[in-house]
Nanobody, 126 residues
């Protein structure tokens, strides 16, 4: 059974930084994609970034530069470093995994992922 566990969320002041972790387990694919999403109250789930098992990364243009995705394959953990946080970054942050091979990496829609974590709350105060 695939498990994705997010951690690292919390309360931070505007301008601060947080690093989220997504610990993945229970899968055997060696060609997979893990993505980060966020969802604010009353809004749709928004893609942030994704990373392929070979280390290839992509970012949503609006967040590129402030958010950095990375991975530790030995630990099956993906990180999302978030800098210069603003109140509009307040949301629940989720990670998800796609376990099937892609010919090329792109920003996947939520429905293209196979499994999801339960999310971690990030609150940015002004």
């Amino acid at each position: 059974e695939v498990q994705l566990v997010e951690s690292g969320g919390g309360l931070v002041q505007a301008g601060g930084s947080l690093t989220l972790s997504c610990a993945a387990s229970g899968f055997s694919s060696d060609d997979y994609v893990i993505g980060w999403f966020r969802q604010a109250p009353g809004k749709e789930r928004e893609a942030i970034s994704c990373i392929r098992s070979d280390g290839t990364t992509l970012y949503t243009n609006s967040l590129k530069g402030r958010f950095i995705i990375s991975s530790d394959n030995a630990e099956n953990t993906v990180y999302l470093q978030m800098n210069s946080l603003q109140p509009e970054d307040t949301a629940i942050y989720y990670c998800a995994i796609r376990k099937t091979r892609l010919l090329r990496l792109y920003i996947l829609y939520p429905y293209e992922y196979d499994d999801w974590g339960s999310g971690t709350q990030v609150t940015v105060s002004s």
